[in-house]
């Protein structure tokens, strides 16, 4: 494939282009259609919780939902997701319960990182290995290097999936990990989603190069640029290059050209800097809508079905978000644990005298116990 | 027992662990059938094969970076970082990822890992061969660090560290790799991590030292014992955790203290160990915490000599607060 031509399988209404071919089965398609409009629905309660001052933080993820799902679909049981913050669609598709996203959206006591990091830095191990979320960009690139190296040594066939977005490609960390991954051969799959920007930077500032996936090429691998906003393609694409990791032949970059629709964060106005036109471009590529048309093609859509999913996901994830509202904040004590694996005397040292102040000088948190690690 | 110089010791304790633990595995730059630039890692492509023991690109944060993706998934790497000097590229996987990993992910994932890396003057390495930054490290939370000064230690603390559930910086004293020589117990033991080790007792003055600086820190204290002053010296071997009660002991034992590293003063470990000594004990204090150190500036090749402290400087520290 050429990589300045981006793969893709259906049009922008949905229906297939020459040599289309489809490896999903009917139900898989309709599951990648229920977790795009997941994505949209855990996306706007939390844009909505944090307007409201509920959260601190949310990353929008509409726009770029059909990569997400359409790369996790590929994945298989074993593999490990090495993932950025801006990946509800991979979390959610594989099937992560919302209510363990809220409670790491909410910082609580049932949050894996016990409330430690901001909302979106998800950590899970199931139902599948999804890597703890960094915030310091490209880090998690070669990481995801070391684990398929692991599968490697192992005999085990399972492959890894590190996905970064445009920005992380500037990252010390894009360059050693394709580096070594091409060196180890390592069965990895690197997926770039390309959604135009690195909070207010364009990719004309991130590179001068003419796309990302040909940076591949100097590194020893394929490079294969995608439709991103196409489910389908998005699948075939990153289950070949999957395949092809597993078949010991090393790894390859993926660059999905997908559009951030949204800020970068809740705490961004993308107004001041996306062009209303490259929007409204981008808004007649929508992802779910392509799905929706190919699917109605199919007869496998119809309004009442996508309505009553809507109702229901909307529904589950204001009650999931309820549910993680009320559970009770970390302990106090857990800002001393996790640090090593046991103890070390300074740490009780400073945990002791933080529950010592609060019993002379008060401080709810603290309760009235005694520093109980 | 073997009669091992340090470098020796560190050798055997890699086959020893690598032996022991097939999950293991070494791997940095120029590791593998050259054996390092210090010959640290001679013999284990041969014995383990390259699949365990391997060279990798030039990239230190490449190689920190994969060495935390495969510790997350069941592996027990030990990199190697061919001088300490050149770890920056990686303090951000080091700093960032491998230290915080367990924390932020409330211990769903953890990097138990060792990075070994040669630290410290004395080689004519100039500025980029010869640096100590144990400060920056022992700074970050989550992260280890051990500095043998023995090739008894120096064997049990790296079997102890690459058994350990947490990433450590395992720093060696590349100036005592060749110059010193010890009894080195055959086959697998452990030098527990956090523990002190009493060099000298004595009950003037204590001086608090690790790696290349004990040596010397020996040789004053036995030039100061001529003129009747005893002093304790107390190897740190830990810098972080640090056996704190331990630190505070020795202090509290004598009353005058001294400490002493080839790092630059300005918020360096002595700093620490001076602080933690006035905010404890200062009631048992008989005189002033003296420091001597490495100066506040870049490492000089030509003049190392007078930058790293020696047996004059130490002498000089150990005669002032014994008189105070």
Request: proline share 6%; aromatic share 8%.
């Amino acid at each position: 494939m050429d990589s300045n031509e981006a793969h893709s399988l259906i049009d922008a209404d949905g229906q297939p282009r020459s040599k289309f071919t489809c490896a999903l089965s009917d139900d898989e398609l309709k599951r990648c259609f229920e977790s795009m409009l997941a994505v949209r629905s855990f996306d706007d309660i939390c844009i909505k919780l944090q307007r409201g001052g509920r959260i601190g933080f949310s990353i929008p993820n509409t726009g770029v939902e059909a990569t997400q799902v359409g790369a996790a679909a590929a994945l298989r049981d074993g593999d490990h997701i090495f993932p950025s913050y801006r990946d509800f669609g991979i979390a959610i598709h594989k099937g992560v319960a919302a209510v363990e996203m809220f409670h790491n959206m909410f910082g609580n006591s049932r949050d894996a990182a016990q409330g430690r990091q901001m909302p979106v830095h998800f950590s899970f191990v199931e139902p599948v290995r999804f890597f703890s979320i960094s915030s310091p960009i490209g880090t998690h690139i070669p990481q995801a290097v070391g684990a398929a190296h692991a599968f490697t040594l192992r005999g085990e066939s399972h492959a890894a999936l590190a996905s970064f977005g445009d920005g992380g490609t500037s990252s010390s960390g894009f360059h050693s990990g394709l580096n070594f991954a091409a060196v180890m051969k390592a069965p990895v799959v690197f997926l770039c989603q390309n959604n135009g920007w690195a909070i207010s930077c364009p990719s004309s500032r991130q590179t001068g190069s003419e796309s990302y996936a040909i940076k591949a090429k100097a590194y020893g691998m394929p490079g294969i640029k995608v439709d991103g906003n196409d489910v389908l393609a998005v699948h075939q694409v990153v289950s070949e290059a999957l395949e092809r990791a597993r078949s010991g032949a090393g790894p390859t970059l993926v660059e999905a050209e997908t559009y951030r629709m949204g800020g970068h964060s809740t705490s961004d106005d993308p107004s001041k800097y996306v062009p209303k036109e490259i929007l409204d471009r981008w808004a007649a590529l929508d992802p779910t809508k392509r799905l929706r048309g190919y699917l109605e093609s199919r007869e496998l859509w119809t309004q009442e079905w996508e309505d009553e999913l809507v109702a229901r996901l909307s529904a589950e994830h204001a009650a999931a978000a309820k549910e993680a509202e009320v559970e009770a904040p970390p302990g106090l004590e857990t800002i001393f644990s996790d640090v090593f694996e046991s103890l070390p005397d300074h740490l009780r040292k400073q945990g002791e005298a933080v529950f010592d102040l609060a019993r002379r000088k008060g401080d709810a948190a603290a309760g009235e116990g005694a520093f109980p690690l | 027992m073997a009669n091992l110089t340090l470098i020796q010791a560190v050798n055997d304790g890699l086959k020893v662990a690598m032996r022991d633990d097939p999950t293991t595995l070494v791997f940095g730059e120029d590791v593998g059938p050259k054996g390092g630039v210090f010959l640290a890692t001679e013999g284990l492509t041969d014995e383990f094969g390259v699949e365990r023991c391997f060279d990798t690109p030039l990239s230190e944060d490449g190689i920190i970076g994969t060495a935390i993706g495969m510790a997350a998934n069941g592996l027990r790497p030990i990199a190697e970082i061919q001088f300490q000097d050149f770890i920056f590229p990686a303090f951000d996987q080091i700093v960032s990822e491998a230290a915080k990993l367990r924390y932020r992910s409330g211990g769903q994932y953890t990097a138990p890992m060792v990075i070994r890396t040669p630290y410290g003057g004395g080689i004519r390495g100039g500025l980029y061969h010869s640096q100590s930054g144990e400060a920056y490290f022992s700074h970050t939370p989550g992260l280890k660090v051990v500095i043998p000064s023995t090739p008894h230690d120096a064997k049990g603390l790296l079997i102890a560290a690459i058994n350990d559930p947490d990433p450590v910086l395992f720093m060696e004293p590349k100036a005592l790799y060749r110059s010193v020589k010890g009894e080195v117990p055959e086959g697998s033991y452990t030098v527990e991590l956090s523990t002190l080790r009493t060099v000298r007792e004595g009950k003037d003055v204590t001086v608090f030292c690790y790696g290349a600086m004990v040596p010397v820190v020996e040789r004053a204290a036995a030039t100061a014992a001529e003129s009747g002053i005893e002093c304790n010296i107390v190897d740190l071997r830990t810098l972080m955790p640090l056996d704190e009660e331990g630190v505070l002991e020795a202090a509290k034992s004598t009353g005058r203290v001294v400490t002493v590293h080839e790092a630059p003063r300005f918020c360096g470990y002595g700093a620490e160990i001076s602080a933690m000594i006035a905010e404890n004990v200062i009631e048992y204090m008989e005189a002033p915490i003296r420091r001597v150190t490495g100066f506040d500036t870049p490492f000089p090749n030509t003049l190392e000599h007078h930058y790293l402290p020696d047996e004059r400087r130490v002498l000089d520290a150990i005669e002032a607060v014994h008189s105070f």
